[in-house]
């Protein structure tokens, strides 16, 4: 499967983003998908994930209650929706997906990945 990240920008803290996971080549409701990131000098991170069905949803406790992830798999497409946004939220936001996975936030465990979108949060 292959994908494609877009809805990166600048924005003003306190404001609100929504990222788009786009999958093509595969049937995309079989795949969990997963968001992570990765600011300057930092080790990627996990964000958040949601389970093929959709019924389980997983955040990062720096994102939980500000993030929301969901899926339209009739799109084939993810969504980070990301409020109140903070300055350390500024990274490269990445999707990623894995076969009939439940939800997990170990990057080693998503063998499909999309090429990033930069958002920077100006304070």
């Known amino acids: 499967v292959q994908l494609q990240a877009s809805g990166g920008g600048l924005v003003q803290a306190g404001g609100s983003l929504r990222l788009s996971c786009a999958a093509s080549?595969?049937?995309?409701?079989?795949?969990?998908a997963g968001w992570f990131r990765q600011a300057p000098g930092k080790e990627r991170e996990f964000v958040g994930a949601?389970?093929?069905?959709?019924?389980?949803?997983d955040y990062a406790d720096s994102v939980k209650g500000r993030f929301a992830i969901s899926r339209d798999n009739a799109q084939n497409t993810v969504y980070l929706m990301m409020n109140s946004l903070k300055p350390e939220d500024t990274a490269v936001y990445y999707c990623?997906?894995?076969?009939?996975?439940?939800?997990?936030?170990?990057?080693?465990?998503?063998?499909?990945w999309g090429q990033g979108t930069l958002v920077t949060v100006s304070s």
């Open positions: 080549g595969r049937t995309f409701s079989m795949y969990a």
């Open positions: 990623a997906a894995r076969f009939m996975g439940s939800v997990s936030y170990s990057l080693s465990e998503y063998p499909y």
């Open positions: 949601i389970s093929w069905s959709g019924a389980s949803t």
